[in-house]
């Protein structure tokens, strides 16, 4: 016979089960609106673009820093593109911008627009999962101090509490 729970006896948040114990419920890949917990690269650059401009929801460690390190290599590549194009004067001592540089400068400028948003729109899907707002996001605003304290947040661990910034599909 089991015995009735009372109030007090119920599990801390702490105690529920880990996120990654939740996406077992899942075969495969989890829905768009939650989070892959352990998401492999190739899933993670996807999932980033199909949740385009979706700011509701989480995203995991995995899914945060995989396109932290796809973005921090393209940006590597195309400074690269920019800097190879740019011609030495030995008048001045100065590099002109070549052709290469100009193109390198053009492609810079067109990813940087293109990720703005979904990048912006993945930090806020980062810090839900810590079950932080949202806004926080504006940190970084402030000069340095405001960059770090984002970017403690987003490698913080994922907290359970942040399940209230869900939204199911077809709910």
């Given at each position: 016979?089991?015995?009735?729970?009372?109030?007090?006896q119920?599990?801390?948040?702490?105690?529920?089960?880990?996120?990654a114990?939740?996406?077992?419920?899942?075969?495969?890949?989890?829905?768009?609106?939650?989070?892959?917990?352990?998401a492999?690269?190739?899933?993670?650059?996807?999932?980033?673009?199909?949740?385009?401009?979706?700011?509701?929801?989480?995203?995991?460690?995995?899914?945060?820093?995989?396109?932290?390190?796809?973005?921090?290599?393209?940006?590597?590549?195309?400074n690269?593109?920019i800097?190879?194009?740019?011609?030495?004067?030995?008048?001045?001592?100065?590099?002109t911008?070549?052709?290469?540089?100009?193109?390198?400068?053009?492609?810079?400028?067109?990813?940087?627009?293109?990720?703005?948003?979904p990048?912006?729109?993945?930090?806020?899907r980062?810090?839900h999962?810590?079950?932080?707002?949202?806004?926080?996001?504006?940190l970084?605003?402030?000069p340095?101090?405001?960059?770090?304290?984002?970017?403690?947040?987003?490698?913080?661990?994922?907290?359970?509490?942040g399940?209230r910034?869900?939204?199911?599909?077809?709910?």
């Amino acid at each position: 016979m089991s015995q009735p729970q009372y109030p007090s006896q119920q599990p801390y948040p702490s105690e529920q089960p880990n996120p990654a114990q939740q996406q077992s419920a899942w075969q495969g890949e989890p829905p768009l609106w939650a989070p892959y917990y352990g998401a492999p690269f190739p899933v993670a650059v996807k999932r980033f673009f199909k949740k385009y401009a979706t700011f509701s929801g989480r995203a995991s460690r995995s899914e945060y820093w995989w396109w932290t390190l796809v973005s921090v290599v393209v940006s590597i590549i195309l400074n690269i593109v920019i800097n190879a194009g740019s011609t030495g004067s030995s008048l001045s001592g100065t590099a002109t911008p070549g052709p290469g540089a100009i193109f390198g400068t053009i492609l810079i400028v067109i990813w940087g627009l293109a990720t703005l948003v979904p990048s912006l729109a993945l930090t806020v899907r980062r810090l839900h999962d810590g079950n932080f707002s949202g806004w926080l996001l504006l940190l970084v605003l402030v000069p340095f101090l405001g960059a770090l304290a984002v970017l403690v947040f987003t490698i913080l661990p994922s907290n359970p509490a942040g399940q209230r910034f869900d939204q199911p599909a077809g709910h």
